[in-house]
């Protein structure tokens, strides 16, 4: 009987999730039946929103079941078939998440091309990342020619491309980041307009004052906390902010405390709108044809930090609160 390793949420973390919240374990996989197909697990990724469903509690996305295997996107090719939709040898991408092999129907995965591009793209500036920076960016913060962009988390996988996208429509960009190899990034190869780094700066509110001489028009917010405090005092009026992410809290035991914000808002007229990438899911094909397009013209540029080993899925998840990456991170767990 053909077995499966995964790796399972073994307790719920209080705080940074370490080593003993997550289990390895060994699954037999049942026979393949009509109608399925068994996947080897190429890539997958870890991705912040993770840390999220290992608390109980609603939200917009059900939590982790302690003891079921962590789930998220991955990419895998088709070991064995008893569809007709899918051959042996076709590359596919689902949400199956931390495991080697998996057992899915028909309509848990869809085909991708590996000719179009890397086949990892698909799951970062062709998938839900690139998704949500372009949507993000576009459909809440509609950014114009000549306005000011700041982005936090500027070096990530979402924050990466929405700079470039903003770059594309004209804008200004300000990226902000946590090292200096990640400013360089910034800088050097993505040719972001000015950069900061948190760690580094003295007082953010002077930095963002001086980096945006004409105020902040839209503010792709991927990290809350004292970063997202002092651009706020910058805004202009009829300033946007899509709120992406909120990383600086994600592990914090207690609630998180802050300057209030509806004075900002109310003085200056400003929008501020949370969003996940599902809420545009009916112009996912939209939004993946212009940025293919954009990629294959050279107008983006993507950077992926790629951890080798099923066995450390786990490490490369707790580095993401580290910062430790830069562009999107994923873990190749075989070849094809």
Not at 63 to 72: M, N, T
Not at 228 to 256: H, K, M, W
């Amino acid at each position: 009987m053909k077995t499966t390793q995964q790796i399972v949420l073994a307790s719920r973390p209080a705080g940074i999730p370490d080593e003993s919240t997550f289990q390895f374990v060994e699954q037999e996989i049942g026979e393949v039946k009509d109608g399925e197909i068994l996947l080897k697990t190429l890539y997958v990724s870890v991705d912040p929103y993770m840390r999220g469903r290992m608390r109980e509690g609603k939200s917009y996305i059900e939590p982790f079941q302690l003891g079921k295997v962590i789930e998220g996107g991955s990419i895998g090719e088709v070991v064995e078939s008893k569809s007709e939709q899918y051959q042996v040898g076709d590359v596919v991408i689902g949400g199956f998440g931390w495991q080697t092999f998996y057992k899915a129907t028909e309509q848990e995965v869809r085909k991708i091309d590996p000719e179009l591009a890397p086949i990892s793209t698909h799951l970062g500036v062709l998938g839900m990342t690139g998704l949500t920076a372009y949507f993000g960016l576009l459909d809440i913060g509609k950014p114009k020619e000549g306005e000011t962009v700041v982005i936090s988390g500027a070096a990530g996988a979402v924050g990466s491309i929405v700079g470039q996208i903003a770059k594309i429509k004209g804008a200004r960009v300000v990226g902000i980041a946590g090292s200096e190899e990640k400013i360089s990034f910034l800088k050097d190869v993505l040719h972001f307009d000015e950069v900061i780094n948190y760690k580094t700066a003295e007082d953010m509110k002077t930095e963002i004052e001086k980096t945006c001489p004409n105020g902040v028009d839209v503010y792709f917010d991927n990290v809350g906390g004292e970063i997202s405090d002092a651009v706020f005092t910058q805004l202009n009026r009829f300033a946007r902010v899509p709120v992406c992410g909120a990383i600086s809290a994600y592990n914090l035991e207690q609630a998180d405390v802050g300057p209030r914000v509806q004075g900002f808002l109310i003085k200056k007229s400003i929008l501020m709108q949370g969003f996940t990438v599902g809420n545009y899911s009916d112009r996912f094909q939209e939004g993946a044809k212009q940025l293919a397009e954009w990629l294959q013209e050279g107008k983006l540029t993507h950077r992926e930090t790629i951890r080798e080993g099923f066995e450390n899925i786990p490490d490369a998840f707790l580095d993401l609160f580290e910062g430790n990456n830069i562009g999107k991170l994923l873990v190749k767990v075989a070849d094809r």
